[in-house]
């Protein structure tokens, strides 16, 4: 296939823009490069005569309309998106205008493409979205793709709405659609504002590893290659106008996987052993769900799909890799919020 990612330069979709390539596909990336792009995400690909990068924005319906008439895609893979919900507490405007009205641009630009093309049957629009939507779960029950939508925070709610959107625009005009709900993801090339990066790097630096709460909210994770891998089997076989939850099948409270990735660095790094010493909990993130967990069996049953790395194997190679690669963390340091305490706006 011929795909048009957005967000290629973030840490899932530079994963799924490896992925693609290493497979044959040709891949555009379009991205924004704002704060959490890093283009040496996929400097491995980018010599690739199947591999173009366009730099644009999909709030500008302009440049979307420009790139889809220049590469004509079979699919568009959006994963553009404002993603780190402290940042949507302190700042929801940003999350609306990039998830909902950029998801709305994106959809009317490939309504637009798909109609010039003569609306052919294998085009397809693959939306990329969270668990999130679905709201807070109790200590038993799993999220399946029938679970009504409860988003608590700004980041959640805007992606409420766009998934809302990829809906009707598939009801309504017949755009050959495809939704899929995830579960946290961790690997190579995490943006250091997130969780596990936030642990490892605090932990090499000897400084306190911040823990919300009592770090009893619990998460299912879900390696980042593995993801990629469930996105490209949706995307070439995942029924139209279907969703479909993508889970690591891999539950841990928070505490419990800031104490994993603490024994870990203390194989690694002895010398600075324990680094669970480093543990500090701090106030809580407003609105803070407490427990995700993903129903995989659609995608399972329906496409062959299911996770290939354990939890274990998946900090290790996690780990491992921030270790070998100091040039990229280390050059992100410097950028808006790195580092520091967000979501306090509330």
Same mark, same amino acid.
């Given at each position: 296939?011929?795909?048009?990612?957005?967000?290629?330069?973030g840490?899932?979709g530079?994963?799924?823009?490896?992925?693609a390539?290493?497979?044959?596909?040709e891949?555009?990336n379009?991205?924004?490069?704002?704060?959490?792009?890093?283009?040496?995400n996929?400097?491995s690909?980018?010599?690739?005569?199947?591999?173009?990068?366009?730099?644009?924005?999909?709030?500008?319906?302009?440049?979307?309309?420009?790139?889809?008439?220049?590469?004509?895609?079979?699919a568009i893979?959006?994963l553009?998106?404002?993603s780190h919900?402290?940042?949507s507490?302190?700042?929801?405007?940003a999350?609306?205008?990039?998830?909902?009205?950029?998801t709305?641009?994106?959809?009317?630009?490939?309504?637009s493409h798909?109609?010039?093309?003569?609306r052919?049957?294998?085009?397809?629009f693959? !939306?990329?979205s969270?668990?999130?939507?679905f709201g807070?779960?109790?200590?038993e029950g #799993?999220?399946? /793709?029938d679970? $009504?939508? %409860?988003p608590?925070?700004?980041?959640?709610a805007?992606?409420?709405?766009?998934?809302?959107?990829v809906?009707?625009?598939?009801?309504?005009?017949?755009?050959?659609?495809?939704?899929?709900?995830?579960?946290?993801?961790?690997g190579?090339?995490?943006f250091?504002e997130?969780?596990?990066?936030?642990?490892?790097?605090?932990?090499?630096?000897?400084?306190?590893?911040?823990v919300y709460?009592?770090?009893e909210?619990?998460?299912?994770?879900l390696?980042?290659?593995?993801?990629?891998?469930?996105?490209?089997?949706?995307?070439?076989?995942?029924?139209?106008?279907?969703?479909?939850n993508?889970?690591? !099948?891999n539950e841990?409270?928070?505490?419990?996987?800031?104490?994993?990735l603490?024994? #870990?660095?203390? /194989?690694?790094? $002895?010398? %600075?052993?324990?680094h669970?010493?480093?543990?500090?909990?701090?106030?809580?993130?407003?609105?803070?769900?407490m427990?995700?967990?993903?129903?995989?069996?659609?995608?399972?049953?329906?496409?062959?799909?299911?996770p290939?790395?354990?939890v274990?194997?998946?900090?290790?190679?996690?780990v491992?890799?921030?270790?070998d690669?100091?040039?990229?963390w280390r050059?992100?340091?410097?950028?808006?919020g790195?580092?520091q305490?967000?979501?306090?706006?509330?």
């Open positions: 296939m011929k795909i048009l990612v957005t967000g290629g330069a840490f899932i530079s994963a799924v823009v490896r992925l390539v290493a497979r044959g596909h891949v555009i379009l991205d924004a490069l704002t704060y959490a792009a890093c283009l040496d996929v400097a690909v980018a010599q690739s005569n199947l591999y173009t990068f366009e730099r644009g924005d999909i709030r500008d319906r302009a440049t979307l309309d420009a790139i889809l008439s220049r590469h004509a895609p079979d893979l959006h553009a998106a404002e919900v402290d940042r507490i302190d700042g929801p405007g999350f609306i205008e990039t998830n909902v009205t950029g709305y641009n994106l959809l009317e630009a490939a309504r798909w109609d010039a093309l003569g052919p049957d294998d085009f397809r693959h !939306h990329v969270t668990d999130e939507v807070t779960l109790g200590p #799993l999220f399946t /793709e679970t $009504p939508y %409860a608590n925070s700004p980041y959640s805007s992606k409420a709405a766009s998934d809302h959107l809906r009707a625009w598939h009801e309504t005009y017949g755009l050959p659609t495809l939704l899929t709900n995830c579960s946290n993801n961790y190579p090339f995490h250091p997130k969780l596990i990066p936030v642990v490892i790097l605090k932990a090499l630096g000897g400084e306190p590893i911040p709460g009592t770090g909210n619990v998460r299912d994770w390696f980042v290659e593995d993801h990629a891998d469930a996105l490209l089997c949706v995307l070439a076989k995942g029924q139209v106008g279907r969703s479909y993508i889970g690591g !099948h841990l409270q928070n505490i419990e996987l800031v104490r994993l603490c024994g #870990l660095l203390d /194989e690694r790094r $002895p010398d %600075a052993a324990p669970a010493d480093l543990i500090t909990f701090v106030p809580d993130r407003p609105g803070h769900d427990r995700y967990a993903i129903d995989a069996s659609r995608i399972q049953a329906e496409l062959g799909w299911s290939s790395v354990t274990e194997e998946g900090l290790a190679k996690t491992d890799w921030f270790l690669n100091p040039q990229w050059a992100l340091q410097d950028r808006d790195v580092g305490r967000l979501g306090t706006g509330a």
